[in-house]
C-alpha cells in the first residue's frame, strides 16, 4: 500500500529513485552523468531542494536555473523540450509507483510549473 510524501526519506527515496532511471537514460543520462561527479551529494541537494518545494518548511539555497542553463551552454544548446517531456514523464512515473496523495500529486504539478519555466529560462538565455 502507498502513502504520501511526508517526511525527508520520503523525498531522498523519490530522487534517488527518479535519478537512478535518469542515470541510466539513453537521452537524459549524458546531460547528468556528464555534470555531476559527486552523486551522493547531488542527491542530498536535490532531496533538500524538493523538501522546500513541497514542504514549503525550509529554504533553499542554490540556484537551480543558473545550472541548467550552464549545462545548456555546455552542451551547445542542446536542450530541448523533448528532454523535459522526458523527465516529466521519468517523474511522474517514479511517483506513480512510490506514492500516492496530495503531496504526491503537489509534486507533479510542481514539476510541470518548474520544466516549463526552466526552458523558457533555459531558451531566454540563449538571446544574451
Not at 68 to 76: E, L, M, Y
Request: proline residues 2%; without cysteine; glycine residues 4%.
Amino acid at each position: 500500500m502507498k502513502h504520501d510524501i511526508k517526511t525527508h526519506d520520503d523525498v531522498y527515496l523519490l530522487v534517488s529513485s527518479f535519478y537512478k532511471k535518469i542515470r541510466k537514460d539513453t537521452v537524459l543520462g549524458p546531460f547528468f552523468n556528464d555534470v555531476i561527479k559527486d552523486w551522493d551529494e547531488h542527491l542530498e541537494k536535490l532531496t533538500a531542494f524538493w523538501e522546500a518545494s513541497l514542504f514549503l518548511k525550509t529554504k533553499y539555497l542554490g540556484n537551480p536555473l543558473e545550472a541548467h542553463i550552464r549545462v545548456d551552454k555546455a552542451n551547445n544548446h542542446a536542450i530541448s523540450e523533448r528532454h523535459f517531456g522526458l523527465w516529466l514523464n521519468l517523474w511522474f512515473e517514479t511517483i506513480d509507483e512510490l506514492f500516492e496523495g496530495d503531496y504526491a500529486q503537489n509534486a507533479k504539478q510542481r514539476a510541470r510549473k518548474m520544466g516549463t519555466f526552466m526552458y523558457l529560462n533555459i531558451f531566454q538565455a540563449r538571446q544574451h
